[in-house]
């Protein structure tokens, strides 16, 4: 633990022994981060620039000059220049031959170009070691100091002196690197930035989607109908009643869409015999993206609670109550308490509170590095004793609504 924890630990690094001294291409918002960072870990840093005297304020310290002369002085060059601009380095090449050079590239799209971004400047330059990395890093977050989210990085290359190097500088700036191969690999670590929000993309729009069509089923249901039937203006219910409706309803049906294709795959493991062919592209796609169904379904719930928490204080609520007292005293009646009732609302709202609690677990466990610390057998306990919960709130919530 100690070792993993100075490894991430960007303060309690060693600097490199002899002050080694980098070269960064390009002086835009990486370039700036990385020398920053590579500054202060206690690199010196040379930065090349097509404009050397006009590239705008520095990391301190830094000395700027051409490509070719920034090129000649260092090892290890980092090249923070966008793809479509690489036709430059072929004029640098003489200067770049048997150094190491490191792409931080990303496409905006994914299969732009046939090859990889890595590929294409190892194409380039044959006499150079190219290293792919960094790429899943942002300036933004070298600035402030990575997160966890940002402190994988992905490398890749031919020449394992070349990687070693590059996996050095890495974990002296504090970043944790995990070897993906050879520089055939450079795609796949190409995509992962793009990876992180089509996940999110289906399940909002089931979300959305789901949520426009109760909503306008129950409007027309419940109010439009009470207009048009009985001539009455009930639509301040839209607010609170109606929404209260939905989300509980979006909620199941997100957190059923997050465990039935889990079902659906094993199913068809079953039927097949075999676990070791491919799922259908559609059943891909959706396994993948249950967590973030989930996640949703966990929030709609939230929103119900909220929601219903909410209910004593309305207005409407408090009108209704005093109404009927007031009714009761003009008629000289008394209602009587009855124990099965108070039994029913009160089951129906700690079994409500302990399924959200449970529901809140899970959706904690299904982080990353909540979920690393579980093992599989209280991961599932977890599960299990939710779907519990849920299907005794829903019987008392049956049981008990008039
Ligand atoms: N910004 C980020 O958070 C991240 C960026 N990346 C990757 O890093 C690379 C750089 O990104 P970023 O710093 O944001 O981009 P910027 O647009 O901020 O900077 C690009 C730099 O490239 C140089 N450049 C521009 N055009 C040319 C050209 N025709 N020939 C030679 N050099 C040129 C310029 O430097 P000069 O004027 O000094 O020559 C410019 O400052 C990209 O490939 C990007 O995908 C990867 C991960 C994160
Ligand atoms: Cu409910």
Same mark, same amino acid.
């Given at each position: 633990t100690i070792l993993t924890c100075m490894s991430l630990c960007p303060l309690g690094m060693e600097p490199p022994p002899e002050r080694e001294l980098l070269c960064i291409f390009g002086t835009g918002d990486l370039g700036r981060s990385l020398g920053q960072r590579l500054l202060q870990t206690g690199y010196r840093v040379v930065y090349g620039s097509r404009r050397p005297h006009s590239c705008g304020p520095l990391p301190p310290g830094a000395q700027v000059m051409s490509h070719t002369e920034a090129a000649q002085l260092a090892a290890v060059v980092i090249v923070c220049v #966008?793809?479509? #601009? $690489? *036709?430059?380095m072929e004029e640098v090449a003489p200067q770049l031959k048997g150094k190491v050079l490191v792409d931080v590239s990303n496409n905006?799209? +994914?299969?732009? $170009?046939?090859?990889?971004n890595a590929e294409f400047l190892q194409s380039l330059i044959p006499a150079a070691s190219v290293v792919k990395a960094f790429n899943t890093v942002s300036a933004w977050s070298l600035q402030n100091g990575p997160s966890d989210a940002h402190r994988q990085v992905f490398l890749c290359g031919d020449k394992a002196e070349a990687k070693q190097k590059v996996r050095e500088l890495a974990t002296r700036l504090g970043l944790s690197v995990l070897d993906r191969g050879s520089l055939s690999a450079a795609r796949e670590v190409e995509d992962f930035p793009l990876q992180l929000f089509p996940e999110w993309r289906l399940p909002l729009c089931i979300a959305t989607g789901l949520t426009g069509f109760f909503f306008f089923y129950l409007l027309i249901r419940d109010i439009i109908y009470a207009y048009v039937e009985? *001539? +009455? *203006?009930?639509?301040?219910?839209?607010?609170?009643s109606l929404a209260n409706k939905v989300f509980p309803i979006v909620s199941l049906i997100m957190l059923s869409l997050c465990y039935l294709p889990g079902v659906m795959a094993a199913i068809l493991q079953l039927y097949r015999g075999t676990k070791y062919r491919r799922f259908p592209d559609w059943l891909d796609h959706w396994m993948l993206c249950r967590k973030q169904l989930g996640l949703l379904a966990l929030g709609f719930a939230f929103l119900h609670v909220l929601y219903t928490l909410l209910i004593p204080i309305r207005y409407y609520v408090r009108y209704k109550i005093r109404e009927y007292t007031v009714l009761q005293i003009r008629e000289n009646k008394t209602e009587v308490f009855d124990t099965t009732t108070a039994w029913y609302t009160d089951s129906y709202f700690s079994v409500g509170i302990l399924g959200f609690a449970l529901y809140i677990l899970l959706g904690i466990t299904s982080l990353p590095s909540v979920s690393n610390a579980l093992s599989w057998r209280e991961f599932k306990n977890v599960m299990c004793l939710r779907s519990l919960y849920f299907s005794l709130y829903y019987r008392t919530a049956s049981a008990s609504s008039p």
């Open positions: #966008h793809r479509e #601009h $690489y *036709d430059f905006s799209k +994914k299969g732009l $170009y046939p090859e990889s009985q *001539d +009455k *203006d009930i639509s301040f219910r839209i607010m609170v």
